[in-house]
């Protein structure tokens, strides 16, 4: 698997993540913060996270789930969650401990 720098990595997410995305509420133009992983809506204020979001704010609430919980919990795939560890974009503390 090839290894894709930090900053190639948040330029195609960034891309990915503006593009035609509508608040869920309103209907309204969003801006997006990648740091975070959230949609904001420049009508309404509303702020809905991406996968990505939710991970973070997991991560942050329960840092001793594992990727296997995190993905069961989130209902996101194993796949999509392993690239945001993988890339180094995310990490987890319990990973340390599985050695």
């Given at each position: 698997?090839?290894?894709?720098?930090?900053?190639?990595?948040?330029?195609?997410?960034?891309?990915?993540?503006?593009?035609?995305?509508?608040?869920?509420?309103?209907?309204?133009?969003?801006?997006?913060?990648?740091?975070?992983?959230?949609?904001?809506?420049?009508?309404?204020?509303f702020v809905e996270k991406?996968?990505?979001?939710?991970?973070?704010?997991m991560l942050e609430r329960?840092?001793?789930?594992?990727?296997?919980?995190?993905?069961?919990?989130?209902?996101?795939?194993?796949?999509?969650?392993?690239?945001?560890?993988?890339?180094?974009?995310?990490?987890?503390?319990?990973?340390?401990?599985?050695?």
């Amino acid at each position: 698997m090839a290894q894709v720098s930090l900053k190639d990595f948040e330029k195609a997410l960034y891309k990915r993540k503006i593009s035609d995305h509508r608040c869920s509420k309103c209907g309204g133009r969003v801006s997006y913060s990648i740091v975070e992983g959230t949609y904001t809506c420049q009508e309404c204020g509303f702020v809905e996270k991406d996968n990505y979001g939710k991970i973070k704010d997991m991560l942050e609430r329960n840092p001793a789930l594992s990727r296997i919980e995190l993905a069961s919990i989130l209902h996101i795939p194993m796949r999509e969650l392993n690239r945001y560890f993988v890339g180094g974009v995310l990490t987890n503390p319990r990973d340390s401990l599985l050695g």
